[in-house]
């Protein structure tokens, strides 16, 4: 199975809202809610800011949103801050006791 | 807290075999479903494999990519879990993660381990 498809870049100016998007297949993401995000900084670990298409871990602040329609997934960042420049991966259940990442989208604020 | 610490990480030559190491400690390791996940330069990360907990039966589930060349095994008396990589291939190099994914996500990573290979 390929990889889920994110645009490579996005960017937007402080207080602004972006989104992102994650397009899988009626296999994957259209079939379960089980879409999850990652953030990650240059030389760090993937740190997951969404679960269960628009559930927060404890700490993540709900300026970070998710959601999903069809066989779409996205996340939005309303409020932009400097801080939010990073690498974003969404990934999804895929059935089978199988998981499938994006390619990851490359947030500037600028 | 949860804490996993990989190692085993380095420099292989193509066909070559690795073996990766991940002890965990801060929740009850043999309950513990535990996961690989690589990722390679400049690219997403990709699912290797998981381990579930034993009281989840401790079956294994494979990626396709990697089915038949990497196993992965677990130690519960050292808290550790395992990736056995053989058959090395250049398209192999990445840092190794091994995760503890305590629902269909990955909540917790370790800090990863580079793995290269090259001749």
């Known amino acids: 199975q390929s990889a889920l498809t994110q645009p490579r870049s996005v960017s937007g100016s402080p207080g602004q809202s972006v989104t992102i998007s994650c397009t899988g297949t009626s296999s994957d993401v259209g079939s379960y809610e089980y879409v999850s995000w990652y953030q990650q900084y240059p030389g760090e670990v993937p740190k997951l800011i969404i679960y269960?298409?628009?559930k927060w871990p404890s700490g993540v602040p709900d300026r970070f949103s998710g959601s999903k329609s069809g066989n779409t997934a996205s996340l939005t960042i309303s409020g932009l801050q400097a801080e939010d420049e990073a690498d974003y991966y969404c990934c999804s259940f895929a059935g089978t006791n199988f998981w499938l990442f994006g390619g990851g989208t490359k947030l500037t604020v600028l | 807290e949860v804490q996993l610490v990989e190692s085993g990480g380095g420099l292989v030559k193509p066909g070559g075999s690795l073996r990766l190491s991940c002890v965990g400690s801060?929740?009850?390791?043999?309950?513990?479903?535990m996961a690989w996940v690589r990722q390679a330069p400049g690219k997403g990360p990709e699912w290797l494999g998981r381990?579930?907990?034993?009281?989840?039966?401790?079956?294994?589930d494979y990626a396709a990519a990697v089915k038949g060349r990497f196993i992965i095994s677990r130690d519960d008396s050292r808290n550790r879990v395992y990736l056995q990589m053989n058959s090395l291939e250049i398209e192999d190099t990445a840092v190794y993660y091994c995760?503890?994914?305590?629902?269909?996500?990955?909540?917790?990573w370790g800090q990863g381990t580079l793995v290269t290979v090259s001749s």
């Open positions: 269960d298409v628009n």
């Open positions: 381990f579930r907990g034993r009281s989840a039966g401790g079956t294994i």
């Open positions: 995760c503890n994914p305590t629902g269909n996500f990955f909540d917790y």
């Open positions: 801060g929740f009850t390791f043999s309950e513990a479903w």
